[in-house]
C-alpha cells in the first residue's frame, strides 16, 4: 500500500492550497480517508475524514469552513481544498486510510499512512 501526498507549499495568510494524496495498492473505495497535521514541537492532530463513499465528512473545529476534504474514487484520490489559509496552519500535512471505511477522527483508526507533505503559510 502506498499513499503519496503532494500539493504543498509556500503560500501568504488569506491563500489557498489544494493538497492531493493518491493511493494505491489498496481497494480504494473501501477506505474512509483522513488527513491529519503535524506542526514542530506538536503532536499529529486531525483535520479532517471522509466516509469510502464521500458521503460523510468530519472537520476539526479549528478547520471547519475553511477546508474541504473531497475524494474521486475512480482516481484513487483524496483532496484537501484549504482556502483562507492561517499562519497556524502550517504543518506537514499527512493523508491516512481507515480499512473500516471511516470516516473517524482516531489516528489509531488508520492503518495505513503517507510520507506527508509541507505546508507553510506567512503572514
Known amino acids: 500500500v502506498q499513499l503519496q501526498a503532494f500539493g504543498g507549499g509556500l503560500v501568504q495568510a488569506g491563500g489557498s492550497l489544494r493538497l492531493s494524496c493518491a493511493a494505491s495498492?489498496?481497494?480504494?473505495?473501501?477506505?474512509?480517508m483522513g488527513w491529519f497535521r503535524q506542526a514542530p514541537g506538536k503532536e499529529r492532530e486531525f483535520v479532517a475524514a471522509?466516509?469510502?463513499?464521500?458521503?460523510?465528512?468530519y472537520y476539526a473545529d479549528t478547520v471547519k469552513g475553511r477546508l474541504t476534504i473531497s475524494r474521486d474514487n475512480a482516481k484513487n484520490t483524496v483532496y484537501l481544498q484549504m482556502n483562507s489559509l492561517k499562519p497556524e496552519d502550517t504543518a506537514v500535512y499527512y493523508c491516512a486510510a481507515d480499512y473500516r471505511g471511516g470516516p473517524t477522527i482516531r489516528k489509531d483508526e488508520y492503518s495505513y499512512w503517507g510520507q506527508g507533505t509541507q505546508v507553510t503559510v506567512s503572514s
Open positions: 495498492g489498496l481497494t480504494f473505495s473501501s477506505y474512509g
Open positions: 471522509i466516509s469510502r463513499g464521500g458521503v460523510t465528512t
